[in-house]
């Protein structure tokens, strides 16, 4: 599985906008990132994901390299609530079936009042 | 009920104990997950099952057995442990088509203490 390389912790003020950045410069053609978050005493949950083109859904938006290496998690207004750690995985998909999520130690992300 | 649920949320056993954690579905997915989550690591893949068929084994050692006797419903049955074990246990569901996002919706997990 292609790795990925992120930040250990970022702070942002409430209301303001994040951008959690991940590098992944070994990514193959048929890698998808996805992005999942795990709050405190919870189980990780699904944020976001994308091959080539920027995604945007009600959550959060995802911003993708044009060479792909990298890739940027955008919370638009960030609240108290979206502290939690931040993963960036890559997933492949093939012939009906489906590459493993592979965690990393991810992003810390503070959010202050 | 929905979603994912994982029982019990808290279990302490000693090392000779024998005991079990399970986990339901409701989603109506396929695939099933065990993950281990220690203090301070990142969330470690143990097994994976894909229409009651156990597709990954993390080389997980045998003091943990896996059984999911169908596509809800996934145990994981505990003997022998040792004090390293004790960890925060995950289970997840997807689809499991082989069709991304393939998203994975995880239990609230079981926290384990082995004395």
């Known amino acids: 599985d292609a790795k990925t390389t992120q930040p250990n912790s970022m702070e942002s003020n409430e209301e303001e906008p994040v951008h959690l950045p991940c590098n992944h410069s070994?990514?193959?053609?048929?890698?998808?990132i996805h992005w999942y978050r795990q709050l405190p005493s919870q189980g990780p949950e699904y944020v976001i994901h994308?091959?080539?083109s920027n995604v945007n859904n009600r959550m959060a938006s995802l911003a993708i390299a044009e060479d792909r290496k990298s890739s940027t998690l955008i919370l638009h207004r960030a609240t108290l609530r979206d502290a939690a750690v931040y993963y960036c995985?890559?997933?492949?998909?093939?012939?009906?079936?489906?590459?493993?999520?592979?965690f990393g130690k991810g992003t810390k992300l503070s959010v202050k009042p | 009920e929905t979603g994912v649920t994982q029982t019990p949320r808290h279990l302490v056993m000693g090392m000779t104990n024998k005991k079990s954690l399970k986990c339901e579905q409701h989603l109506g997915h396929n695939a099933m997950y065990w993950y281990k989550q220690s203090a301070k690591k990142p969330l470690e893949l143990m097994f994976v099952?894909?229409?009651?068929?156990?597709?990954e084994n993390n080389s997980v050692p045998s003091r943990f057995s896996p059984e999911c006797p169908n596509s809800s419903h996934l145990f994981l049955h505990l003997h022998t442990l040792q004090p390293e074990d004790s960890a925060l246990y995950l289970c997840a569901s997807s689809q499991g088509r082989g069709l991304a996002p393939d998203t994975q919706y995880f239990g609230p997990g079981t926290r384990l203490t082995v004395l």
């Open positions: 099952y894909n229409f009651k068929e156990q597709t």
């Open positions: 994308g091959l080539t």
């Open positions: 995985i890559l997933r492949v998909y093939y012939g009906g079936s489906q590459g493993n999520l592979i």
């Open positions: 070994t990514i193959s053609g048929t890698d998808y």
